[in-house]
Structures are given as C-alpha cells and as structure tokens.
C-alpha cells in the first residue's frame, strides 16, 4: 500500500497579477515544507492522521495563509482561528472556533478529539480547555501580520458593515491516506476578514469543511463557508463517491457546484484509500500539493496549473 498526501492553502483570487513573484516563491517554498513533513511522516509508516497534522502545523506558523500566524482580523480587530481533525478509520473528529491563543488550532483540535467527550469547542472555554491540557500557546500578537491589518483596514474604509468572502489567501488544510490504507483530514483558518458576532465558517464544521471516512475519502475545503455549510460540500463528496461510485474530482467539481449555485465558490482537495486523489476549484486558483511514496512532490497556485 502506498500512501498519498494532498494540501491546500486556501482558494481566491490567485493570479499571476494578485500574486507577486516574491509572494510565489516564498508561497510555494512553504507548500513545499508543509508536503516534507507530512511525507517524513508517512514515509517511516505513520498513521495518516500524524501526517496532516503536521503538514497544518507548518501551514499555520507561514504567515502567506489565513490560519494561525497570519490569519485574518475580525471588525474589531482581533483573531479568531477555527480548526477540525478527523480519523477516517473510526469518523472520530474534533473541531474548535473562536479560538485565540493556542499556537497550533489544529493542535487543540486534535485535542479536543481525543482528551474530551466532545467534538466541537469555542471560545473562552476551549481557550481554557487548550491551557489546561498544556498545548503551546502564543499571545494574539504574535498571529497578527501587517497585511492582515491593511486588508481589514481598506475593506472598512469602503465599507464598516463590510466582510470579505473573496480573500487573496485563505484557510489551509491537508488530505492524507497512510501505508495502512487509512484516512484523514485537517483544516484550519482565520475565517474572513471583518467578521463579526463569533461568525464560524465550515472549516470546524464536520460535513461542511472537514471529512473523513476510510469508506470513502477525505476531503478538506476552503471558500465561502456559509454556502459551503448550506451544501454539505465535504460529506456531500465522500458520499458521492461511496454510494454513486464517481472519482474523487467529479464528485468534488459537482459539490463546488451546488455550493456555487447558492451563491459562494472555493476549492476542495480529496484522497481515497487506494490512493485516488485530486481537487476541484471554482476560483482562479488555490494553492495545493500532492506527493505520493516515492515520487517528488508538487506545488501549484494558479487555476492554469495542473
């Protein structure tokens, strides 16, 4: 059995003209970092579920995408990350939102899957519950960058009632089947510039933007979350391909559809246990990789690339 990892950092509006060659190559060498510790991973027999954590982890300390450092700013402000992990062997899950000091939100995620009774936390008490299990912690200074703060800043300006759901960068995740035929899938974000009222996205939303089942595939999303929510994207995939028998890109070009066809677009990265593996975009591009056992890895950012 050979195993296959797939990543993503975010979908949006990726051009040659939005992006600058400075921001590609330091973009690129960090999907690059993110597939060479997932793959470390895999490549000694570990379980899938080690992989995307730590393929996230590198993800969320690159300031180039909306999770952990880098993520974006609420209206007031501040940052609140979200983040899901599931096991595709037993569906186990965990999630978190309006998260705002663990270093790694997948990380309390994770946490939250194994150490609680519970699948999903928030706020206040999901802070405390990441303090009292002893996850590394950073203060929210640390996570803001300064073009997080322009962008929210200019959006404002035109706008105060105003939230983007058409970010430049976006949520980061990872897709990964191991030696043993099992699967798993993390996501993790800031969610959207100038959101307000404890707005959760379908990031930490088991179904929306987060699957995993070793029945079927895993599949992490990122777009426009609320429309990704009312279309059940990530579940909506794996059941496709598991009840209709469809390739994992079909089935995911059909669920952006529908959540295109409620109003939002975005991207979905997806693997099976055999290896099958691929993504879907409605936007002009994503960032993503692939690297299967044994073969070099891929990166891409534009909607041109293969």
């Known amino acids: 059995m050979q195993w296959t990892l797939v990543i993503h950092g975010g979908a949006g509006r990726l051009t040659r003209d939005t992006v600058s060659p400075d921001q590609e190559s330091a973009i690129r060498a960090a999907l690059t970092a993110a597939l060479d510790a997932g793959a470390a991973i895999l490549d000694a027999g570990g ?15 690159d300031p180039h995408f909306n999770s952990g450092r880098g993520a974006a700013l609420t209206q007031d402000g501040r940052i609140e990350h979200d983040a899901a992990i599931m096991d595709g062997a037993t569906r186990d899950a965990g999630a978190v939102a ?16 194994e150490r609680s009774p519970h699948v999903l936390l928030s706020g206040a008490g999901a802070d405390r519950f990441s303090r009292d299990q002893g996850l590394e912690q950073a203060e ?39 030696a043993a035929g099992h ?31 070793d029945r079927a595939c895993a599949v992490s999303c990122t777009g426009s979350g609320e429309h990704f929510i009312r279309a059940g994207v990530a579940h909506g995939i794996a059941a496709r391909v598991r009840l209709l028998g469809e390739n994992v890109v079909d089935a995911a070009g059909i669920m952006l559809a529908e959540a295109e066809a409620l109003g939002g677009r975005g991207g979905a990265i997806v693997v099976t246990p055999a290896g099958e593996a691929g ?24 909607g041109e690339e293969g």
Not at 47 to 55: F, G, K, N, T
């Open 140 to 178: 929210p200074a640390w996570f803001e960058v300064a073009e997080r703060r322009r962008q929210l800043t200019e959006m404002l300006a035109r706008d105060p009632d105003a939230f983007d759901v058409d970010m430049k960068y976006g949520t980061v995740g990872a897709v990964a089947v191991d």
């Open 279 to 302: 993504w879907a975009l409605t936007t002009a591009g994503m960032h993503r990789g692939i690297r299967r056992a044994g073969e070099a890895g891929t990166v891409a950012i534009f």
């Open 98 to 113: 309006g998260v705002t000091t663990t270093r790694h939100p997948v990380d309390l995620a994770r946490t939250v899957m």
């Open 183 to 213: 699967l798993a899938a993390a996501t993790s974000t800031g969610g959207v510039t100038g959101k307000r009222w404890g707005r959760i996205g379908d990031s930490p939303s088991i179904g929306a933007g987060t699957w995993a089942d």
């Open 47 to 61: 379980p899938a579920l080690d992989a995307v954590a730590a393929a996230v982890r590198v993800l969320e300390d």
